[in-house]
């Protein structure tokens, strides 16, 4: 959900990185361990005999590509920060930039804006997630949060952030997950907002940088990672980045279609209900409702950290 202009931010020079065992008589012993040795000698030449391409599906970094399901209409004006699925066909969205930073319900087939509460020209908005009744959104370069009715969007509180900076927000229905543009997943406390657990994101040794806007996706925590076309499958309980989502089809689409004016990916919404999940991008014109299938092909060592690792936005 990190807002940023490109532009204004000028970080086009950030770079990637380069059960107990039975007592049985001797003899059945004997027969057991015959047994368990041709059965383990067996899996092994099996194995063995397997090609490259299935072997990559024992990886324990699994990488996945998507399959567009449905297009939808999106406000190309919309610098998407936080997404969110609503019920009913309808999602919740954060937008930034300063003076034109909102949050607004909108209708899923149609991209019609039902519902908008504009904010201060000073604040940028950022993250946003829905709880019960209350949408919590953070923003950036301040420590203030403001929570909202969803029915009518009205803003009835405010909150003070104790991350960093305001990127993202997701929850599991019982606490909140932060991002602030480090490597730092943070876990917070909805009632009283304060941080009470975080974990440092790596991949393979490497912390994953800029994490943006984020959701909480069957049991896992699902992060843009600023200025990539990868989303990141992360541990809540540790951090570990269990797998990356690669879409960069969806932004070079839209650039062949001749939008020059697009933003970086940016927005993720998930349906439980029905299984669905929906991305975006700031001041995309569109929004995918997508599948995402694991890849067959093997990567070579290096590949997937320069797709999908930055140098820190926060030095």
Known sequence: MAGRSLKKKKKSDLK??????????????????IFISLFLASIVIIFLSLPSKALNSFDSTQIYSVEVVKEFHHDPYAFTQGLVYGGNETLFESTGLYQRSSVRKVALHTGKVEALQKMDDSYFGEGLTLLGERLFQVTWLK?????????????????????????????????????????????IDPQSMKVIGEHVVKYKGHEVHNLNELEFVDGEIWANVWQTDCIARISHEDGTVRGWILLNNLREGLLAAGRRDIDVLNGIAWDSEKNRLFVTGKLWPKLYEIKVHPMKRRFQDGVIEQLCLRMPFFT
């Open 16 to 33: 990637p990185y380069p059960p107990m065992a039975s007592k049985s008589s001797p003899l059945n012993c004997t027969k057991i361990s």
């Open 143 to 187: 420590k203030t949060g403001f929570i909202y009715d969803r029915n009518d969007l009205s803003k009835f509180e405010t909150f003070t952030n104790h991350m960093r900076d305001g990127w993202g927000l997701a929850t599991n229905g019982e606490v909140l997950f932060g991002s602030d543009g480090t490597s730092t997943l943070y876990q």
